[in-house]
């Protein structure tokens, strides 16, 4: 069985990076099939998608957190990371790892098969001085 | 903000049936799989659909998905206290490179 345990301090200063880990254990992080990604849920709001990171490092982001975001993966330690500079109060969240199945179909044009099936416990990051 | 709506809400009283829509465009839904996902107050969410319609090992069969244009929908039968949660759509957009979840919908079980 798949296990995803996060790790990271759960109070950040304002203008400080968050540093979160995702380390995986029951399976390796070295797959074909799947993604890593993160998730982050503000104080009584939905879910928001940070980025996905393949094994190799390949990364997608998103938009609106690009500049600020960086995900790595260390193969050898079985984890991967979500690195957010610049934090405000508006990063204050509960913020998830996941395992990622994205998979490309190849038609008339492009289609995807997209979906996380194995979540981490979460975290909970606030942002204050 | 979210690039998939869904109702904020939707109730009815145990073992009736609700359904939960997700509307999207030609570049999310429209093009691409949708997965469905149950959290439960306090928790992180869990998979309930994947490929528009089809359950994980364990998920019983009175929740279904379809898919049809730009929207999709979550059905849930037999409804129970324990189905109380969040729900929430999830897909891929191609124009974003990029994943996106809906709004969300509170299940209230009258």
């Known amino acids: 069985q798949l296990l995803m345990q996060q790790s990271g301090p759960g109070l950040v200063k304002p203008s400080e990076t968050l540093s979160l880990t995702c380390t995986v254990s029951?399976?390796?992080?070295?797959?074909?099939?799947?993604?890593w990604g993160w998730i982050r849920q503000s104080p009584g709001k939905g879910l928001e998608w940070i980025g996905n990171?393949?094994?190799?490092?390949?990364?997608y982001n998103t938009p609106s957190l690009k500049s600020r975001v960086t995900m790595s993966v260390d193969t050898s330690k079985n984890q991967f990371s979500l690195r957010l500079s610049s934090v405000t109060a508006a990063d204050t969240a509960v913020y998830y790892c996941?395992?990622?199945?994205?998979?490309?179909?190849?038609?008339?044009?492009?289609?995807?098969?997209?979906?996380?099936?194995?979540w981490g416990k979460g975290t909970t990051v606030t942002v204050s001085s | 903000q979210s690039v998939l709506t869904q109702p904020p809400s939707v109730s009815a009283a145990p073992g009736q049936k609700v359904t939960i829509s997700c509307s999207g465009s030609?570049?999310?839904?429209?093009?691409?799989?949708v997965s469905w996902y149950q959290q439960l107050p306090g928790t992180a969410p869990k998979l309930l659909i994947y490929?528009?319609?089809k359950r994980p090992s364990g998920i019983p069969d009175r929740f279904s998905g379809s898919q049809s244009g730009t929207s999709a929908t979550l059905g849930i039968t037999g409804l129970q206290t324990g189905d109380e949660a969040d729900y929430y759509c999830g897909t891929w957009d191609s124009s974003l490179s990029a994943g996106v979840f809906g709004t969300g919908t509170k299940v209230t079980v009258l």
């Open positions: 990171i393949y094994y190799s490092g390949n990364t």
């Open positions: 029951g399976g390796s992080i070295i797959s074909t099939t799947y993604y």
């Open positions: 996941a395992r990622v199945y994205l998979e490309v179909g190849l038609g008339f044009r492009r289609y995807y098969y997209y979906y996380m099936d194995v």
């Open positions: 030609s570049s999310n839904i429209g093009n691409n799989y």
């Open positions: 490929d528009n319609h």
